[in-house]
């Protein structure tokens, strides 16, 4: 059965704390993307992955970081330098950065 | 800046018609995206336009006209089920997405 996964659903940290959100999907896409989607706000993109050992930077970049080692696999970590951290994370993939995208359960992270 | 404004909240009832309006300003534009989003969950495709005109795919349909930097989104025979939010994104320059802020359509029997 084919598609994307994120774990945890739901994440608590507290402030000052590094936390990584795993994505993993089995769809043999090459281009992978995670957003945050806040309440009112639509999703925005944080960083984007079109080929494994290759990752951009997105709208909303600073206080994260990503890794791209393989191709099912595009974790994302926040960094205690992002200052508002608590959100809805999302993740997708696509066959390539052209088409459509598929998007995984999320992850509710709160920081307190 | 890339800017996609899409209405906050529509209402309608079942069995009717609805349009949910899209319009864009993006530095360059390689396809507009629909997708449903119920609440708590993942988006999920609905449609795609690149050329000008109508898509049409069962009650869904949709229009692109870059021209105008828009499109809509067309629901026919509304169902309960359609009650979700339903986001609009657009592919800029080097195919990078941004999405709209999503509108909340709200069925009632």
Redesign the interface.
Known sequence: DGGITQSPKYLFRKEGQNVTLSCEQNLNHDAM?W?RQDP??????IY?SQIVNDFQK??IAEGYSVSREKKESFPLTVTSAQKNPTAFY?CASSMD??Y???????TRLTVT | GQNIDQPTEMTATEGAIVQINCTYQTSGFNGLFWYQQHAGEAPTFLSYNVLDGLEEKGRFSSFLSRSKGYSYLLLKELQMKDSASYLCAVHRGSYIPTFGRGTSLIVHP
């Open positions: 993307y957003y009112g706000q639509g999703l925005r993109l984007y997105g709208d999302l950065i052209s459509e995208q598929y998007f995984g359960p999320g």
